[in-house]
């Protein structure tokens, strides 16, 4: 009973104050995706935590891609539809071909910027991470915004895919990183 009150709740929330809600939870799961990475890939002790880093991480989440979702999806669900397998097949090409690329280069660029990198650093690193990203984004995200955008009610989506991007965070967090420890 405990959980459909939390459940209740949230929901409330959500129809309430849905862009906030959004950048709240994406936040909160960007920077436990920074956490994952320092403490399980990167096998950092407590001593070596960075919480810095996992404040920036987050940030990007709670104030712009968390929002900058919210209105994404609001957006393809005005102009492209909000039902039907059609409809889900080109929001998915619309999303990755447009917000997909985009966003990973804002998430890119504004983690160098927050590192204090120049940008010669950041255009060499873009140069060295990006295609990757984007490639293993393309391997990720179109079934699961398939099954997102076809099965899932509007305004659930960014909880859905924030869940998903666990997972995602926690590596684009190592990739975004991993330049640092050799530094």
Same mark, same amino acid.
């Given at each position: 009973m405990r959980a459909r009150n939390i459940f209740n709740f949230y929901h409330q929330l959500l129809h309430k104050h849905p862009i906030l809600m959004q950048a709240v939870q994406t936040g909160l799961l960007m920077g436990t995706g920074d956490i994952i990475s320092q403490t399980l890939i990167e096998k950092r002790t407590r001593e070596q935590f960075d919480f810095k880093?996992?404040?920036?991480? %987050? /940030?990007?989440?709670?104030? #712009? &891609?968390?929002?900058?979702?919210?209105?994404?999806?609001?957006?393809?669900?005005?102009?492209?539809? %909000? /039902?039907?397998?059609?409809? #889900? &097949?080109?929001?998915?090409?619309?999303?990755?071909?447009?917000?997909?690329?985009?966003?990973?280069?804002?998430?890119?660029?504004?983690?160098g910027l927050m590192q204090g990198k120049d940008i010669d650093r950041i255009k060499s690193e873009m140069q060295n991470n990006y295609p990757d990203v984007l490639i293993t984004n393309y391997y990720v995200w179109p079934f699961v915004q398939l099954l997102n955008f076809y099965f899932v009610p509007l305004h659930y989506q960014v909880l859905l895919v924030q869940t998903v991007a666990l997972f995602w965070n926690t590596y684009l967090s190592w990739k975004t990183n991993k330049t640092i420890a050799i530094d």
């Open positions: 880093r996992t404040a920036q991480f %987050s /940030s990007i989440g709670f104030f #712009a &891609l968390g929002p900058s979702l919210r209105m994404w999806y609001g957006t393809l669900n005005k102009y492209v539809g %909000s /039902s039907g397998k059609t409809v #889900a &097949l080109k929001k998915v090409c619309f999303d990755q071909v447009i917000f997909a690329p985009t966003c990973l280069f804002f998430i890119l660029l504004s983690v």
